[in-house]
Nanobody, 125 residues
Framework: QVQLVESGGGLVQAGGSLRLSCVAS????????VGWFRQAPGKEREFVVA????????YYIDSVKGRFTVSGDTAFNTVWLQMNSLKPEDTAVYYC??????????????????WGQGTQVTVSS
């Protein structure tokens, strides 16, 4: 059974940091691109960052560049998202997702095949 489990969310003041984890079972992250997405109340789900562990390759949206850092370890089948200098507008449910390469699509682009249940991140002003 394929499963992604996120953890590490919480409540933090603006300017603070959180580290999210995404642990996979049933698949090996070494073959997948792992993405982090977020969904704020009343808004569409938003792509945040993609990471391909086998190539140590990443892609961030502009609003998180320089503040968020994605990393991973295939030995633990885990991807982390270090979030620094958090802002109230970062408040959302954060999801990790995984995809295999798809012909005709950028390596980081949706759609993603497998999703976690999400973890809440709340940044107070």
């Amino acid at each position: 059974q394929v499963q992604l489990v996120e953890s590490g969310g919480g409540l933090v003041q603006a300017g603070g940091s959180l580290r999210l984890s995404c642990v996979a079972s049933g698949i090996s992250f070494s073959r997948y691109t792992v993405g982090w997405f977020r969904q704020a109340p009343g808004k569409e789900r938003e792509f945040v960052v993609a990471f391909k562990l086998s190539e140590d390759r990443d892609y961030y949206i502009d609003s998180v560049k320089g503040r968020f850092t994605v990393s991973g370890d295939t030995a633990f089948n885990t991807v982390w998202l270090q979030m620094n200098s958090l802002k109230p507008e970062d408040t959302a449910v954060y999801y990790c997702a995984a995809k295999l390469p798809k012909i005709g699509s950028y390596w980081y682009a949706p759609p993603y095949d497998t999703w976690g249940q999400g973890t809440q991140v709340t940044v107070s002003s």
